[in-house]
């Protein structure tokens, strides 16, 4: 069985710096997906990046990158230059290419970006 | 272009109850997933319909079950409510034309349950 692994519940960040958030995962496939989403307290989840494990190339979108480790099984999420409208809770997910409609989903993030 | 609707926000039931939950999917999309999302055991799926047949289901007691009409729009039925069915309820939907589609979520449905 597939797991997700969030190890820091919390973490917080002064605005305009860079913060990383850790993600490791488990599964026995060779071709998968993984992604971060973003929850704010409005409880929409919202897609920040994502990435497809037969690409060796790291996804970027913006100010998100990420580093993605296959033979460590691990996956982080960078933000840089964070804004304040980046506090929200972040989930790592993994979808296998054999079932890509279902997620599983880490335990979560809570980041606070500090004035 | 609308994103994905959940009816109703927020809801209150009691124990023994059953209760339905309603995801009207972006238009276009055909795939719809249901997730719960709990403080203690997070983000859980559920099930996920295409064409309205159930193509996967997650690890819950039948006393959850769901269904998806020929609009695409779905909806989740939890019977004999427990106090620990107490959760965030999140429907997203996609267009489920090649694998890397990403899911839409809408913005859920709490239920509390007393």
């Known amino acids: 069985a597939q797991t997700v692994t969030q190890s820091q519940p919390e973490m917080s960040v002064q605005e305009a710096e860079t913060v990383t958030l850790s993600c490791t995962y488990d599964?026995?496939?060779?071709?998968?997906?993984l992604f971060w989403y973003k929850q704010p307290p409005s409880r929409q989840m919202i897609l920040v990046i994502r990435?497809?494990?037969?690409?060796?190339q790291n996804a970027t979108e913006n100010r998100f990158s990420v580093n993605f480790q296959k033979a460590a099984k691990s996956f982080s999420l960078k933000i840089s230059d964070s804004q304040l409208g980046d506090t929200a809770m972040y989930f790592c997910?993994?979808?296998?290419?054999?079932?890509?409609?279902?997620?599983?989903f880490g335990q979560g993030t809570t980041l606070q970006v500090k004035p | 272009k609308a994103g994905v609707t959940q009816t109703p926000r927020y809801l209150i039931k009691t124990r023994g109850q059953q209760v339905t939950l309603s995801c009207s999917p972006i238009?276009?999309?055909?795939?719809v997933s249901w997730y719960q999302q709990t403080p203690g055991q997070g983000l859980q799926f559920l099930f996920e319909?295409?064409?309205?047949?159930?193509?996967n289901k997650g690890n819950f007691p039948g006393r959850f079950s769901g269904r998806q009409f020929s609009n695409s729009r779905s909806e989740m039925n939890v019977s004999t409510l427990e106090l620990g069915d107490s959760a965030l309820y999140l429907c997203?939907?996609?267009?489920?034309?090649?694998?890397?589609?990403?899911?839409?979520f809408g913005s859920g449905t709490q239920l509390s349950v007393l």
């Open positions: 238009s276009g999309h055909r795939s």
């Open positions: 319909y295409f064409s309205e047949t159930q193509r």
């Open positions: 599964t026995s496939e060779s071709n998968y997906y």
């Open positions: 997203a939907s996609r267009r489920d034309e090649v694998p890397s589609e990403k899911l839409f």
């Open positions: 990435q497809e494990a037969y690409k060796q």
């Open positions: 997910a993994f979808s296998s290419s054999s079932n890509t409609g279902k997620l599983i």
